[in-house]
């Protein structure tokens, strides 16, 4: 089992720039693949950024193509989503998930909140 824990939400104004953090522990095994979520009021959670070690791909959502990176540090065991130019439709809470195999999203974290205002 993994345990994640989301960190780094807060306000920000319209293109600024924040980072998230997720900081997992448990089996490294079962974090292979590690993602972003957004889920905005009123809507479902969405992909957006997602990072897998084996094989070795990053993939985005295109709403943050060219705004977002995804990253990891695995010897802290944490993946990073380094948010630029953000928008104020980049509100919502932002979940990490992670599996052992890449797009298998076998753990969740609490979340953390981002707002953005003009």
């Known amino acids: 089992q993994v345990q994640l824990v989301e960190s780094g939400g807060g306000s920000v104004q319209t293109g600024g720039s924040l980072r998230l953090s997720c900081t997992a522990s448990?089996?490294?095994?079962?974090?292979?693949?590690m993602g972003w979520f957004q889920q905005a009021p009123g809507k479902g959670r969405e992909l957006i950024a997602s990072i897998c070690s084996f094989p070795n791909v990053t993939d985005y959502a295109a709403s943050v193509r060219g705004r977002f990176t995804i990253s990891r540090d695995n010897a802290k065991g944490t993946v990073y989503l380094q948010m630029n130019r953000v928008r104020p439709e980049d509100t919502a809470m932002y979940y990490c998930a992670a599996g052992a195999l890449c797009g298998a999203n076998d753990a969740w974290g609490q979340g953390t909140q981002v707002t953005v205002s003009d």
């Open positions: 448990g089996d490294t095994d079962s974090r292979n693949y």
